[in-house]
């Protein structure tokens, strides 16, 4: 069974009782259409996952088993612990890739793209940064990492990842310095000038001290949050699919097809660009004002998402592939929805409409 499903109920808890924290000390960390979005894009990455682990787990079951060199004991301690070590390093350049070339930072976008910074921001995934990114890893199959070992030091990587993203957690000293903390992660999350491309570190910030990546928070320049061209939507689909229909479009306008590969691997701001200054003051978060009605519906139904996803991914293993693709497709579609009636879309209250006629009606042979 995912391991995240034990997961999920932990992360809720400890969202609400971040936001309750946050607001008993007189705090704004959180905004709702922006919170349920975020939740809404780990939704659809976990969902996507399902389909896509199948694929990237196998090619490393399969590398170990037919080109590993060595078959390293998964018995031994110092095994898993060389495996963790090993993992957040790869997980270093697999993340600055995700910055540093645009085929990456398309999928890769999406964790930045909330204006805010809170635990639910460390649940706002992508559904397609695992094509480019699980190559990197292979190299632990060939050295012969059991793929048991590879894939709990990879759950414990991730999970560790989720308590830096908060506010509410200050700079920590000597701790700072060596391992990944919500003070060194904000500035990674910031679109300050000083803050573009730093702090890529998994667990461990060292990574960033050695490779010239690191940068200290600032007493005096609060970080801004986001990406220096928002996102300025709450739909999960186009905010996975909307930076690849820009770079396309660049390859596809390029005079030769040396340039329109090259646009790929370029930087996200351009080759040979310079990064404009960007002066934080100026900053405005993308907010819509829907109506506390829309808000409170649109919480009750995220709930209900999350309870169904729950029991998609504890039990897909027995469905028909039919079936769990219709049911992947109509939690894509319940996710898409609930972010057309945050914006204020004119047609959303329609849409919504469809959807609950049409799941109601696909519910009723269950019934």
Excluded at 108 to 115: A, G, L
Excluded at 225 to 235: C, E, F, Q, T, V
Aim: net charge neutral; aromatic share 14%; with cysteine.
């Amino acid at each position: 069974m995912n391991p995240i499903i034990y997961a999920i109920p932990v992360f809720m808890i400890t969202i609400l009782l971040e936001a309750w924290v946050a607001r008993r000390r007189g705090l704004q960390v959180y905004d709702l259409p922006d919170a349920i979005t975020s939740l809404n894009f780990g939704t659809l990455s976990q969902v996507s996952g399902v389909f896509v682990r199948v694929f990237t787990f196998g090619i490393y079951v399969y590398v170990f088993e037919n080109l590993r060199l060595y078959t390293l004991p998964q018995d031994q301690i110092w095994v898993w612990i060389a495996a963790l070590i090993a993992y957040d390093f790869i997980y270093y350049w697999v993340h600055r890739c995700g910055h540093e070339l645009n085929a990456m930072w398309a999928a890769h976008q999406v964790h930045h793209s909330s204006e805010w910074f809170n635990l639910s921001t460390a649940l706002r995934q992508t559904s397609t940064g695992a094509f480019l990114g699980f190559p990197f890893y292979l190299p632990m199959a060939i050295v012969g990492v059991p793929p048991v070992v590879f894939g709990t030091v990879a759950l414990i990587d991730l999970l560790y990842q989720y308590w830096v993203h908060t506010e509410l957690v200050r700079k920590l000293g000597w701790i700072d310095r060596v391992f990944v903390t919500p003070s060194n992660h904000r500035v990674h999350h910031g679109q300050n000038d000083y803050c573009i491309d730093r702090n890529y570190g998994g667990i461990f910030i060292i990574w960033d001290r050695l490779f010239g990546s690191y940068t200290e928070e600032r007493d005096d320049e609060p970080v801004m949050y986001g990406i220096r061209k928002p996102l300025a939507s709450y739909n999960v689909v186009w905010g996975n699919l909307n930076v690849y229909t820009d770079v396309l479009h660049k390859s596809l306008t390029a005079t030769t097809f040396g340039k329109a590969l090259r646009i790929w691997i370029d930087p996200p701001s351009g080759r040979g660009a310079t990064l404009a200054h960007l002066d934080p003051a100026t900053v405005q978060r993308y907010s819509p004002t829907p109506s506390s009605t829309i808000k409170n519906y649109v919480l009750l139904q995220y709930a209900l998402l999350a309870i169904a996803t729950l029991y998609f991914l504890a039990n897909q293993d027995d469905f028909a592939m039919t079936t769990t693709v219709l049911f992947a497709a109509a939690i894509a579609a319940t996710a898409v929805s609930l972010g057309w009636l945050l914006e204020g879309r004119s047609f959303s209250k329609h849409f919504e409409t469809a959807r609950l006629l049409t799941i109601g009606a696909a519910a009723l042979p269950l019934l």
